[in-house]
């Protein structure tokens, strides 16, 4: 059976030592109330909810799986009484204004809520997930009578919300949409269509669902510039803002999935539905980017929960479990064997999720305070603000999205390793995490879908190689100030020669695609996952400064807590970060070895 811990220890060491998140909280206009005490408060609050209600029901929950009947969705035993829970809690309402119920926190507390619930019940944690980015959307994008009319309840959480995207026709490619939306004489639309691989579109734990759309209205433009964005409700609401008529959206199936298989994934039939315009006409994409951003980071904090969850379960297992005796002489003389965890090899995959959860945790609190920064021009109203902290979260996006889910599946394949074949077996867990992790990579755009939006748009169109120039700088003025420092010597002199190669092959790049078009497109993936090893390089060398200082000048009262960060940093940049060589290789190599072969030529059948 899989356990969870909530890790408070490693969570108050970002946010504290490395972070300071108080002093950042100074500055932010909702930050007054984030106070040490209540900080603390909210994490073991949650940690308590996760540890004793979520995980348990995870993996009985995954046997399960939802039920449909009718166009009804039941979800399995528990996980309504633990959603009643957390609505009673208040915890859909952190982040949110007070006029709409919510607590008025910095969103950097609802991602590290996110994370606490989502590494004990992934599944479970994607339906109020959803309706994160609902509210979101409504916030920027929503009149003020659609504010009034959805933030309360969507806050409170009795109201869920929904992001419907995909058609059959289309995924990644919006452009392709063809859901219509037909005007009619009350301001109102009439929408119909079919939106597939709609998480939480339908289930049985709130009142009403509200579905936030995309569709065309007549003679709008082709691709994406002819396509808006609408609110479509399961129930209209009435007069006195509760849950009433059924609107013509209607859920004609479930998903049999690999994984993920408690989260709902619906196929929705949208029948002439009454729906309301969000934003402007036929800009609907842009709003939607709102939605779809938010979920990105959550997907990235999907990558890190099932690295943690593989991680702190394989740990146990390795310290348990005997076999032979290892290399160096034996180690537990008075056994029949050496536990697993004195051989190399089963360090080495250990210490791989260690540095994955660490490091990845490290690059999404980061993040986190770019999002609080946003958050706040939104709230203010300030365009200009907004832009400027979402043009910096862009950057980070694709890489926590794409770069943290591929690690994620390979902190569950450690896991598996380290169990050896009972990792293949069902009441352990493992194969569990596997499964739930494969989805990450795929949603909200492919990995390859984040490295070309990092390295064709972010980096070469939008910036001309101009975003890496800036993040390397600041990476290399951090590093000046350890210049001198012995003990961070072998972080910074490794660090400093990468960002230089960094930039070298963003220049590379540029110059060598004016010859050959489809090189970004051949090379993204190395470059996203280059930039994915780099960027944690930087947060593992921040840490191990943290560590060090700790050790010399205090924070003593946990030198273990402190050596340990130190080691895994070390480990990560003697075994993990020497990765980026294979990828600077590879992206640079011409594109001639993929394009070349004739697409009749890639299989030769009787």
């Not at 006195?240 to 709902?264: L, P």
């Not at 003389?333 to 965890?341: G, L, N, Q, S, Y």
């Not at 020669?497 to 010859?515: D, I």
Request: net charge negative.
């Amino acid at each position: 059976m899989l356990t969870y811990k909530a890790p408070l220890r490693d969570i108050k060491f970002l946010i504290n030592d490395v972070f300071d998140f108080q002093t950042h909280y100074k500055d932010l206009d909702n930050g007054e109330n984030a106070d040490p005490e209540t900080v603390d408060m909210i994490l073991q609050g949650m940690a308590d909810f996760a540890e004793n209600v979520l995980s348990p029901i995870y993996q009985p929950a995954d046997a399960e799986g939802c039920h449909f009947e009718n166009g009804v969705v039941t979800t399995p035993k528990g996980f309504k009484e633990a959603y009643d829970q957390f609505v009673e809690g208040g915890w859909q309402g952190i982040s949110y204004p007070e006029e709409y119920g919510g607590m008025n926190l910095p969103m950097s507390i609802n991602l590290i809520k996110a994370e606490i619930i989502g590494t004990a019940n992934w599944p479970w944690a994607m339906y109020p997930g959803l309706s994160t980015g609902c509210i979101n959307t409504l916030l920027q994008y929503g009149t003020d009578e659609q504010k009034a009319i959805y933030l309360p309840k969507l806050v409170e959480g009795t109201w869920s919300g929904t992001m419907c995207l995909t058609e059959p026709q289309c995924g990644t490619d919006l452009g392709q949409v063809k859901s219509k939306a037909i005007p009619q004489d009350d301001g109102t639309y009439k929408i119909s269509g079919t939106k597939i691989f709609i998480s939480s579109g339908e289930h049985d734990l709130t009142d009403n669902i509200v579905h936030i759309v995309l569709a065309r209205l007549p003679n709008a433009p082709e691709g994406t510039r002819g396509i808006s964005l609408f609110i479509v409700p399961k129930f209209l609401p009435n007069a006195e803002g509760e849950a009433g008529e059924r609107n013509g959206v209607v859920c004609g199936s479930i998903e049999h999935k690999m994984g993920i298989s408690s989260s709902s994934t619906c196929v929705l039939n949208f029948d002439d539905a009454v729906g309301y315009l969000i934003g402007e006409p036929n800009k609907g994409l842009k709003a939607m980017f709102t939605f779809m951003n938010t979920a990105r980071i959550g997907t990235g904090i999907q990558g890190l929960a099932h690295t943690e969850l593989s991680f702190q379960n394989a740990l146990p297992y390795a310290k348990d479990r005997r076999s032979m005796r290892t290399l160096s002489g034996t180690k537990d003389p008075e056994k029949v064997a050496d536990a697993i965890i004195h051989h190399a090899d089963v360090r080495r995959m250990l210490l791989t999720q260690k540095a994955f959860a660490e490091g990845g945790r490290s690059m999404i609190y980061h993040s986190a305070r770019y999002a609080d920064k946003m958050s706040q021009g939104v709230a203010n109203g300030d365009d200009a603000e907004f832009e400027k902290w979402d043009d910096k979260l862009g950057f980070y996006t694709p890489i926590l999205k794409g770069f943290l889910t591929e690690l994620g599946i390979e902190a569950a394949k450690h896991g598996q390793q380290v169990y050896g074949g009972h990792g293949y077996i069902k009441e352990w867990g493992m194969e569990l995490i596997a499964r739930d992790a494969r989805i990450a990579t795929m949603y909200e755009g492919t990995t390859g879908v984040q490295a070309l939006d990092l390295l064709g748009r972010k980096v070469i169109l939008q910036s001309k190689g101009k975003i890496i120039r800036d993040y390397t700088s600041s990476i290399m003025k951090w590093c000046g100030e350890y210049a001198l420092d012995k003990d961070m010597r072998k972080f910074v002199w490794a660090l400093t020669k990468l960002c230089a190669e960094w930039n070298t092959l963003t220049v590379r790049l540029m110059l060598m695609a004016r010859k050959d078009r489809e090189i970004i497109s051949a090379a993204s993936e190395d470059f996203l996952m280059y930039s994915g090893y780099v960027m944690m390089g930087y947060h593992w060398a921040r840490m191990a400064a943290v560590a060090y200082d700790k050790l010399k000048n205090g924070g003593t009262e946990s030198p273990e807590f402190y050596k340990a960060k130190i080691q895994t940093a070390e480990f990560y940049f003697d075994k993990i970060l020497p990765r980026t060589s294979g990828h600077a290789e590879s992206m640079v190599a011409p594109s001639e070895s993929m394009t070349a072969m004739e697409i009749d030529n890639f299989a030769f059948l009787d």
